[in-house]
């Protein structure tokens, strides 16, 4: 089972900054199945990033996704106030989920 | 507009068990999957089992396998999640989630997803 860890644990950061989160897989991801999500408490999680970097309806586009392999980023440019939330990334493969134990984006 | 219903929080007795279920409205059901993941106090999502309906067949997590049961009743388009032998460290949101498989404008990059949630159900395990 592929385990993903992602860091940095957590970001102090300030609106309008630019961020790079990432999220590494214990063995090559087949087929680039993985995806973003973000979580803001008390609300359900939402899908920003799938198969990499290919953006969900509706996610505007200062959110991006990239990677291959093993290493995969999230950037999320020009932070807006909203954005602050905890981010996790997901892989799927061999019929099992799995996600990364997450990276929280605070305001600084 | 197609949603996930959960059903409301609730506390159980350690030991006990205790059955969420997630209704549908709109979109398709039994060509889709579903999946539960669970939140803890103070620590991230962690995926628990899917189920797609047009087979009946779930998988879980091997953490999961002995205690988690999920089904899907087609009658009614809902997924339910029955976990036994409740401990407290089984006090946590559970959320059922809809696996969708994915394209992109082009049709060249595709693939599955959680691309619908519900609203979480707090559960919380306490004598």
């Known amino acids: 089972e592929i385990v993903l860890t992602q860091s940095p644990g957590t970001l102090s950061l300030s609106p309008g900054e630019t961020v790079t989160l990432s999220c590494r897989a214990s063995?090559?991801?087949?087929?680039?199945?993985v995806a973003w999500y973000q979580h803001k408490p008390g609300q359900a999680p939402r899908l920003l990033i799938y198969?990499?970097?290919t953006r969900a309806t509706g996610i505007p586009d200062r959110f991006s996704g990239s990677g291959s392999g093993t290493d995969f980023t999230l950037s999320i440019s020009r932070l807006e106030p909203e954005d602050f939330a905890v981010y996790y990334c997901?892989?799927?493969?061999?019929?099992?989920?799995?996600f990364g134990q997450g990276t929280k984006v605070e305001v600084k | 507009q197609v949603q996930l219903v959960q059903s409301g929080a609730g506390v159980k007795k350690p030991g006990s068990s205790v059955k969420v279920s997630c209704k549908t409205s709109?979109?398709?059901?039994?060509?889709?999957?579903f999946s539960w993941v669970r939140q803890a106090p103070g620590q991230g999502l962690e995926w628990m089992g899917q189920?797609?309906?047009?087979?009946?067949?779930?998988n879980y997590a091997q953490k999961f396998q002995d205690r988690v049961t999920i089904t899907a009743d087609e009658v009614t388009t809902t997924v339910y999640m029955e976990m036994s032998s409740l401990t407290s460290e089984d006090t946590a949101v559970y959320f059922c989630?809809?696996?969708?498989?994915?394209?992109?404008?082009?049709?060249?990059?595709?693939?599955?997803?959680?691309?619908?949630w519900g609203r979480g159900t707090l559960v919380t395990v306490s004598s």
């Open positions: 189920i797609m309906p047009l087979y009946g067949t779930a």
């Open positions: 063995q090559s991801v087949t087929s680039n199945y």
């Open positions: 198969v990499a970097s």
């Open positions: 989630a809809r696996e969708e498989f994915l394209y992109d404008s082009s049709g060249s990059h595709s693939g599955p997803a959680f691309d619908l």
């Open positions: 709109g979109g398709t059901f039994s060509t889709n999957a």
């Open positions: 997901q892989h799927y493969g061999d019929s099992v989920w799995t």
